[in-house]
């Protein structure tokens, strides 16, 4: 079945150094790709989105590229701040539903 | 613009008990999923409702089912209760048509003991 492959956590970074965190799909059907990300205790916010190959989505400093070659979607971002500290969740949609599958996450913190 | 909520923030239930969780989507949607987040994990495709019928279903037990009402509210039901259910459950709204994003409640925390 369809999924997704996220870089494991957690990772700890320095204010306004250079995040990545890497991702990967499953290349069934033509899924549109998705960034959530979740504060603590909070629910699931959409990050950014990209719905075919070679699209860029970006949000508050946040991208993410849908490279079709690679099956990727990584998300960079190039100054983070400790308000960036969170879980980050990677997903795909797929069937007549659009259900998203999810990777398992990234916890992010990032110290001062 | 009331985004989408959820009720009751917090649950605690016994093994073999039953349980109702409630969804209200965002102001204009129509369709809503219901995932289920173990603890440390992505969130789990239960199944989404539209014109009060459920239209997909992930690999969930017939333990859960749900309702969509005519106003687009929705209700998940849990029925004999194991403590493997304990998570948090998660709404998700979105439109029918056109880039059907999915907005996602706060959620529910459910606890069985």
């Known amino acids: 079945g369809d999924s997704v492959t996220q870089m494991e956590g957690p990772v700890t970074l320095s204010e306004e150094a250079f995040l990545t965190i890497n991702c990967t799909y499953t290349?069934?059907?033509?899924?549109?790709l998705f960034w959530y990300v979740q504060y603590p205790g909070e629910g699931l916010q959409l990050l950014l989105k990209?719905?075919?190959?070679?699209d860029k989505g970006s949000n508050k400093g946040f991208e993410a590229t849908y490279r079709k070659e690679t099956t990727s979607f990584h998300l960079e971002k190039g100054s983070v701040q400790v308000s960036d500290s969170a879980v980050y969740f990677c997903a795909r949609d797929s069937g007549s539903a659009r259900q998203l599958t999810f990777g398992s996450g990234t916890q992010l913190t990032v110290l001062p | 613009d009331a985004g989408v909520t959820q009720s009751p923030t917090h649950l605690i239930k016994t093994r073999g008990q039953q349980v109702t969780l409630r969804c209200s989507p965002k102001?204009?949607?129509?369709?809503v999923s219901w995932y289920q987040q173990a603890l440390g994990q992505g969130p789990q495709f239960i199944f989404q409702?539209?014109?009060?019928?459920?239209?997909q279903r992930g690999n969930f037990p017939d333990r859960f089912s749900g309702h969509q009402f005519p106003n687009y509210s929705s209700e998940l039901n849990v029925n004999a209760l194991l403590l493997g259910d304990s998570a948090l459950y998660l709404c998700?709204?979105?439109?029918?048509?056109?880039?059907?994003?999915?907005?996602f409640g706060p959620g529910t925390r459910l606890t069985v003991t």
């Open positions: 998700a709204s979105s439109l029918s048509a056109g880039a059907r994003e999915q907005y």
């Open positions: 990209a719905t075919k190959a070679d």
């Open positions: 102001s204009g949607h129509d369709t």
């Open positions: 290349a069934t059907g033509y899924p549109s």
């Open positions: 409702y539209y014109e009060e019928e459920e239209r």
